[in-house]
């Protein structure tokens, strides 16, 4: 059970959040014009990499907002949160 | 005789250096690439091998999972490759002359609502005509084969029926690993542990090689079977994959009398147990939503599980939680698995497998073994492209995992 | 009565009260403080269990949670299988008995109840021993929330155990005055009997308190028997002490071997002498004391046997007073007797192997100490690493970690003053936070302890038959597993190099044990036998939980009706006054239909139906979800989610919409009314709504947070009542008489506010049935009332209450799929014949792009059909497969589709299924065949619309 700082409510247990995958996955600006494979990557295609990673979080259970966070995928360790629509934020590589 | 049940081959494989190179370089030493690396010997005469393991042999999601082999899998191409699979276990101990306590005791899979009804019996019609044996399987036919589960109407969610696969079954994954080793070894194939991939030598468009923490490896070709790792191996050589890790928790009991004669599995409350040879209860918890290699879930999830479990097994109250763990699974947008080539030459792919890895692996090592040696995907691994995510011919298994992911 | 092996006046047992209990069939008598261990120990009985594999007599080994060899059944009060004797506390009327090596678990329900409290600290303490009570001291006078959790009743920890005096004070005193201090800080919560078992991410540990078990048959009813604490600490102190690891040598597994520390604690805890006649067998200073303390109580010490050749001084000193023998330079070679030891045999012993003669000696005990491991579980589960110390042959832990650090014996400490040291400056903040002034609590005094003597790192004693050819004995290394040193060395032997690898290989460490006592000895074992360093071979990991925990204690309340919560309409109690047979759907408990006394399933829902389609029916569809959607933007989002056009609705209009994942697969459908310039409302299918307010939540929020939307759930706000069938118009307007109904005042797809029955309403007519058809939407406390004027009001035109079968059914005899039902997340809006509901004139709405990949274009995609089996009797079972032809070939048979709905039809006086068919629409007048059990029944496939199909119904 992670505590997750929810960027507006404060410090709150995992099992209040929804996971949302990777952040900064913008929907095409002009799906239509995309070949299939660009399609695909952007409707199947996420990166997973071991260590720090951009993902996004609902606090379902709480102010139902969605932020960001650069979490460590190897330790689990939230490195920071940010509001949506913010840059991601430069996290020291641990 | 110790409490294995098993005597044990009095040898299991040499422990020997990485040689300067291969015609294979299998990367990952669990069940998939020890058998990807048997039948490239054994069926494609291909020996000079090597497997990589960065740990210790079958120490990843080998070691971790709760061993249910079944193949009654909904999709054509499901069904093929798992039946396949089955069909070689029904045969496996021979093949390997090692004892893998493979037992065919069945599997229940229990409906608790009015659509599960409707989508067990339709796989189960599906099975039959794929050749895979299904039963659907009314509540007190349930009890018949499993009296302790709880088909009383009055529960939160009734058990409404079951499909069943009276061929299904377990086996001991460590002697399942072990077995495929020990043969593979026996080719001249080199076992080589504690040796970690860092980077893939890609010339012109064509693998021919691989760095590790032994030193660099040549390699003709170059067959990922890293399950929850496979990502980042992929990355080494410049791809990007639908694939997401997760952690997906497993656990047993304390060592009980004979109680639980079958294996069951429930989707809707999220529960698949068996009992082992030994007398522990082994389960399958639920995969955590949020990526993460770490190898440890959250405790919620073994929480919920548990509740889970007693709904179903009511007689589990005072049974113990003796051990906790957890896997890295790779799972895939349609939770099916990726078997075949890859833009790079030379360079193969089998992963994605999720939650459903072991069952396949002696199916999968054999067909994998024929994609490396021929550079074409076997007939039963020809519909697990890649290229699926882009043209949509996508094999939609969500309703077959255990798990919701 | 004092049994035989009790000291009167001994112990912190209370032994003027007794408690009867049953051991393996026989009646024994115990005490207030007792475990079972201690009671049967103090009756003079040390076999308690058989082992599994060899069946061979098995005694207790230890004192506490270390335990591998005790396992006991509690058969009463209630079964409960695989219990350490020596952490089971005695109370009057247990039932036990001693199993070979598997438990049995009861066949009647748990009747206890569990549950789980959340707790937050700045500190948390796990243990009460000297180094936790002063770490938590310490915290507790800086001020700090202090949660202090320890396994025992009792706090002190080893001080329970030994003579050892604090202050000035015996152990158990001072102990016992500390947790007075701490318990009247209004900020620290001490939890006794209560186990940290795991260490999980962000620092929080699990706790299991056992609340009544030591209650027995007393146990309150309405008091939880376990309860998982859930603990969050800013910081940990983890002071869990040591445990003493077991000598390992040729049949080293019979009753009567007992750790050495384990004897005094039975001594000075319990008041117990575990023997009349003891052989100690040490490998360090530890077991000296035990030596000491048994003669000084009684016990005749006939030998230590001390594998070193320099023995320590002053212990040297203190035997000779006493006339023990010291057997320097010697180790135990083996062990006589069955049920019960009667005599060891030594032998001299130097770099590794054995030398000279064996000498026997007789005992009824023999004490062994291998030195110590400490319990550093919890670092481990908290990524901390362990390091190897070649002096103590154990693994310690390496530092602190960021919020944890360990203390006392677990962190190495080796004497009791170094323990109250250690733990003193624990609370502290590590170096990199530290606070100016440091938190600490003073050291007390304690008594001057001699000198330690190195101690030797001993992983197994030869087996002389190695030297002497005679027949080998076990020498165990995993007691419940029965695993020997030889099975390790059969594994090493077969080419096993990593300690995980023969941990599976020989099953040590995989039972109660997990590797307590047992791990390091296996790893030395390989390290000797592959001539590696231990060091670097390691030992297998620790995994939560520390110690077993029963499934129902983690289940905790949510069971039952708690496992998943039951949602139930306003109207509920109606429908079960009314004979409803109910569904699941998601949460929520749906009438599925109103059996008559003695009316079977399928004649209430033919009955159902024809009321629908001949006179009128009312059905609850409150569970429908709903969403309004408010905002200048609610159009635009609408659009951007629905395959349709929204934004053209106009006020007081209503429309059916889809909506697809960007797969452009269908993810649900409804319909939405446009209540306002700015205002929509939306339904979604029962089992759907959360998952499609997330989804649009999801799209506003992370993509178009510049579209002035808000999102709301009002699915319980409403009770939501459709009228159904041709008389629905004169029963709408027998309530509701200010509302004109006429058809040309009312068309379909609008809708109206208007007072029904005196309720404010709004009615929508929309028809999911193909009958002319209102839903009634009126606030959910006003739905009863609405729903008893409307059966008052039907009364006269047969009203006729319908469920969810009979709406299924009306909606299948129009073609209208069920999103879940008639769709797998496969299926395309035009797979569905929905084509039409999907807007060209969009440029881009969620899933428009995927409609183009190439699997989407195919000519044989599944498409929905109609199905008329050629016997007009027999009902499809929903999920059969359909195949080309009569005769099933060898399998793998070619599908051409499925059964997704199938039914009898009043109206069309006959069976008709849907399905979903390769090419379908192209097979429209083809036959198919569907395998069954009992044979081959051929269908015929027809368009999905079997009812109406030119929709004059709807309009009444």
Do not use: K
């Given at each position: 059970m992670q505590l997750i700082p929810c960027p507006w409510c404060g410090p709150r247990e995992e099992a209040e959040y929804h996971y949302g995958g990777q952040a900064h996955i913008a929907y095409p600006d002009d799906p239509q014009g995309l070949t299939d494979q660009e399609w695909a990557q952007y409707v199947f295609f996420r990166d997973n990499p071991k260590g720090p990673f951009a993902e996004r979080w609902m606090h379902s259970a709480g102010c139902r907002r969605w932020f960001n966070a650069v979490r460590d995928t190897a330790t689990h360790r939230l490195l920071t949160v940010y509001r949506s629509g913010e840059p991601r934020p430069e996290v020291p590589t641990p | 005789m110790t409490l294995a049940d098993v005597e044990h081959p009095d040898f299991l494989w040499r422990n020997p250096d990485p040689a300067s190179g291969y015609d294979v370089v299998v990367v990952g030493g669990g069940g998939h690439g020890l058998a990807t690396a048997y039948y490239l010997a054994r069926n494609h005469g291909i020996r000079r091998v090597a497997v990589l393991e960065k740990g210790w042999l079958a120490g990843g999601n080998m070691a971790r999972n709760t061993t249910i082999i079944r193949s009654n899998y909904l999709w054509d191409e499901s069904a093929a490759i798992y039946e396949h699979a089955l069909k070689l276990w029904e045969g496996l101990e021979q093949d390997l002359g090692y004892p893998l306590l493979f037992s065919q005791r069945g599997v229940l899979n229990l409906a608790h609502t009015l659509q599960d009804v409707r989508e067990s019996r339709r796989r189960v019609y599906a099975n039959r005509l794929n050749g895979v044996d299904a039963e659907w399987l009314e509540p007190e036919q349930v009890a018949e084969v499993c009296p302790i589960v709880d088909i009383s109407p009055d529960v939160r969610h009734p058990v409404l029926g079951a499909t069943y696969q009276p061929r299904a079954g377990i086996a001991k994954h460590d002697y399942v690993a072990w077995g495929f080793a020990r043969r593979a070894d026996e080719y001249g194939i080199d076992l080589i542990q504690d040796c970690e991939v860092t980077g893939l030598d890609i010339r012109a468009g064509r693998v021919v090689g691989v760095n590790t923490t032994r030193g660099r490896i040549a390699a003709g070709k170059v067959a990922l079977a890293a399950a929850g790792h496979t990502s980042v191996l992929a990355a080494m050589a410049g791809l990007r994959l639908p694939l997401q890790s997760h952690p997906l928790q497993a656990l047993v009991s304390d060592l009980l009398e004979p109680v639980h004669p079958t294996v069951v599995m429930s989707n809707a409350v999220h529960v698949y147990v068996s009992q082992a040879h030994k007398g522990e209860l082994v389960m399958g918890a639920g995969i955590d939503s949020q990526n993460g290699y770490g190898q440890r879930g959250s405790f919620h999830i073994i929480e919920r599980q548990m509740a889970a479990a007693l709904e179903l097994f009511p007689v589990f109250a005072r049974a113990h939680l003796l051990r906790s763990w957890a896997g890295i699974v790779d799972t895939t947008p349609d939770a099916s698995p990726i078997v075949g080539l890859t833009p790079v030459a030379g360079l193969y792919l089998n992963c994605g497998w999720g939650t459903g890895g072991f069952k396949a692996t002696p199916g999968v090592g054999w067909c994998f073994a024929h994609t490396v040696a021929n550079d074409e995907p076997h007939p039963y691994n020809a519909p697990f492209t890649l290229d699926r995510f882009t043209t949509g011919a996508l094999v939609d298994e969500h309703g077959a995992a255990a798990v919701a992911h | 009565m004092t049994a035989p092996f009790r000291l009167p006046g001994r112990g912190l047992v209370d032994q003027g009260t007794d408690l009867e209990f049953s051991f393996d069939g026989r009646r024994y008598t115990g005490h207030p403080g007792d475990t079972l261990a201690s009671a049967l120990l103090a009756n003079g009985v040390h076999r308690v269990a058989t082992g599994i594999a060899y069946r061979r007599p098995r005694g207790i080994m230890s004192a506490g949670v270390e335990e591998p060899s005790a396992l006991v059944q509690i058969e009463e009060p209630f079964p409960e299988p695989m219990l350490q004797a020596t952490t089971v506390e005695l109370y009057a009327g247990l039932v036990a008995r001693g199993p070979a090596g598997r438990g049995r678990l009861a066949t009647a329900a748990d009747p206890a109840r569990y549950d789980a409290v959340h707790a937050h600290c700045d500190l948390l303490v796990v243990g009460a021993g000297p180094a936790g009570l002063l770490a938590a001291l310490a915290g507790?006078?800086?001020?700090?929330?202090?949660?202090?959790?320890?396994?025992?009743?009792?706090?002190?920890?080893?001080?329970?155990?030994?003579?050892?005096?604090?202050?000035?004070?015996?152990?158990?005193?001072?102990?016992?005055?500390?947790?007075?201090?701490?318990?009247?800080?209004?900020?620290?919560?001490?939890?006794?009997?209560?186990?940290?078992?795991?260490?999980?991410?962000?620092?929080?540990?699990?706790?299991?308190?056992?609340?009544?078990?030591?209650?027995?048959?007393?146990?309150?009813?309405?008091?939880?028997?376990?309860?998982?604490?859930?603990?969050?600490?800013?910081?940990?102190?983890?002071?869990?002490?040591?445990?003493?690891?077991?000598?390992?040598?040729?049949?080293?597994?019979?009753?009567?071997?007992?750790?050495?520390?384990?004897?005094?604690?039975?001594?000075?805890?319990?008041?117990?002498?575990?023997?009349?006649?003891?052989?100690?067998?040490?490998?360090?200073?530890?077991?000296?004391?035990?030596?000491?303390?048994?003669?000084?109580?009684?016990?005749?010490?006939?030998?230590?046997?001390?594998?070193?050749?320099?023995?320590?001084?002053?212990?040297?000193?203190?035997?000779?007073?006493?006339?023990?023998?010291?057997?320097?330079?010697?180790?135990?070679?083996?062990?006589?007797?069955?049920?019960?030891?009667?005599?060891?045999?030594?032998?001299?012993?130097?770099?590794?192997?054995?030398?000279?003669?064996?000498?026997?000696?007789?005992?009824?005990?023999?004490?062994?100490?291998?030195?110590?491991?400490?319990?550093?579980?919890?670092?481990?589960?908290?990524?901390?690493?362990?390091?190897?110390?070649?002096?103590?042959?154990?693994?310690?832990?390496?530092?602190?970690?960021?919020?944890?650090?360990?203390?006392?014996?677990?962190?190495?400490?080796?004497?009791?003053?170094?323990?109250?040291?250690?733990?003193?400056?624990a609370a502290d903040a590590p170096a990199s936070t530290r606070a100016s002034i440091p938190v600490s609590a003073p050291v007390p005094a304690t008594e001057p302890v001699p000198d330690q003597t190195p101690g030797l790192v001993l992983w197994s004693v030869p087996d002389p038959a190695e030297t002497d050819g005679g027949e080998p004995r076990p020498r165990f290394v995993d007691l419940q597993r029965d695993a020997t040193v030889a099975d390790v060395l059969r594994a090493t032997g077969a080419g096993l190099r990593s300690v995980e690898h023969v941990k599976r290989y020989t099953t040590i460490g995989t039972a109660h044990d997990q590797g307590r006592t047992s791990g390091v000895i296996a790893s030395g074992i390989v390290a000797d036998a592959l001539g590696a360093d231990i060091a670097t071979l390691g030992t297998t990991t620790f995994r939560p939980p520390y110690t077993p925990v029963a499934f129902a204690a983690l289940a905790g309340r949510d069971r039952g009706a708690l496992f998943d919560p039951v949602r139930v309409t306003p109207l509920h109690a109606w429908h079960t006054a009314h004979g409803a047979e109910f569904e699941n759907v998601g949460q929520w408990k749906r009438p599925r239909c109103y059996p008559r006394p003695g009316e079977s399933m399928d004649r209430a829902v033919l009955r159902e139906c024809r009321a629908a389609r001949e006179g009128v029916a009312l059905m609850d569809g409150s569970t429908l979800g709903k969403v309004s959607v408010q905002g200048p933007d609610a159009g635009e989002l609408l659009d951007r989610l629905y395959t349709n056009l929204i934004s053209t609705l106009k006020p007081g209009a209503a429309r059916y919409g889809v909506m697809c994942g960007v797969d452009g697969m269908v993810l649900d459908d409804g319909t939405v009314i446009r209540v306002a310039e700015e205002e929509f409302l939306l339904t979604t299918t029962t089992g759907n709504a959360a998952k499609i307010l997330d989804w649009m939540e999801e799209w506003l929020q992370t993509e178009w947070p510049h579209l002035r939307v808000t999102l709301t759930s009002v699915t319980d706000h409403w009770v939501t009542v459709p009228l159904v069938g041709p008389d629905s118009r004169a029963v709408l307007a027998a309530v509701a008489p200010d509302l004109d109904v006429a058809n040309a005042a009312f068309p379909f797809m609008t809708w109206r506010d208007a007072t029904v029955a005196g309720i404010p309403a709004r009615i929508c007519r929309i028809s999911f049935s193909g009958e002319l058809a209102y839903e009634v939407n009126v606030r959910g406390w006003e739905g009863p009332r609405l729903w008893e004027a409307l059966i008052a009001a039907g009364e006269p035109y047969g009203i006729t209450p319908y469920g969810t079968e009979t709406m299924h059914v009306l909606r299948a005899e129009k073609g209208y799929p069920i999103i879940g039902q008639d769709t797998d997340g496969t299926v395309t809006p035009q797979d569905l014949g929905l084509g039409w509901a999907v807007s060209r004139k969009k440029p881009d709405f969620i899933g428009k792009r995927s409609f183009t990949r190439a699997e989407n274009l195919r000519p044989d995609r599944k498409q929905l059909v109609g199905l008329l089996p050629e016997d007009p009797s027999l009902r499809l079972p929903e999920g059969a497969q359909l195949i080309a032809t009569a005769a099933v070939p060898a399998p793998p048979v070619p599908m051409l589709g499925h059964v997704t709905s199938s039914y009898r039809s009043a109206a069309l006086g006959r069976t008709f299924a849907l399905a979903l068919v390769k090419a379908g629409r192209e097979r429209i007048g083809d036959t198919l065949y569907a395998p069954l059990e009992e044979g081959v029944h051929p269908v015929r496939i027809t368009d999905p619309v079997l009812y109406d199909k030119e929709g004059t119904r709807r309009d009444g």
């Open positions: - | - | 507790a006078r800086d001020g700090q929330r202090v949660v202090l959790v320890d396994d025992q009743p009792r706090p002190g920890g080893s001080l329970l155990g030994t003579a050892e005096r604090v202050d000035g004070l015996p152990g158990p005193e001072w102990a016992a005055g500390v947790v007075a201090e701490l318990a009247a800080l209004p900020d620290v919560r001490v939890l006794s009997r209560t186990t940290a078992f795991g260490h999980y991410d962000d620092d929080f540990v699990l706790a299991l308190e056992r609340r009544t078990d030591h209650l027995g048959f007393d146990a309150p009813a309405g008091t939880s028997r376990q309860r998982v604490w859930r603990l969050r600490a800013r910081r940990t102190v983890v002071a869990t002490g040591a445990h003493e690891r077991p000598l390992v040598f040729p049949d080293n597994d019979r009753p009567g071997i007992m750790l050495a520390g384990a004897a005094r604690t039975y001594l000075h805890r319990y008041g117990v002498l575990t023997g009349r006649q003891a052989v100690v067998f040490t490998t360090d200073d530890s077991a000296y004391a035990a030596a000491t303390d048994l003669v000084d109580a009684g016990v005749t010490v006939a030998a230590v046997v001390d594998a070193r050749t320099t023995v320590p001084e002053a212990w040297a000193e203190q035997c000779a007073r006493r006339g023990i023998e010291i057997r320097a330079g010697e180790v135990v070679t083996g062990t006589s007797g069955s049920e019960r030891i009667t005599r060891a045999h030594t032998a001299p012993y130097a770099g590794g192997r054995l030398h000279g003669p064996r000498r026997g000696v007789d005992c009824d005990l023999l004490l062994v100490s291998g030195g110590w491991n400490p319990v550093a579980h919890l670092y481990s589960h908290a990524r901390g690493a362990l390091h190897y110390d070649p002096a103590r042959g154990a693994f310690l832990p390496t530092g602190d970690l960021p919020n944890l650090r360990v203390a006392g014996a677990a962190n190495g400490r080796a004497t009791l003053a170094d323990c109250l040291a250690d733990g003193a400056q």
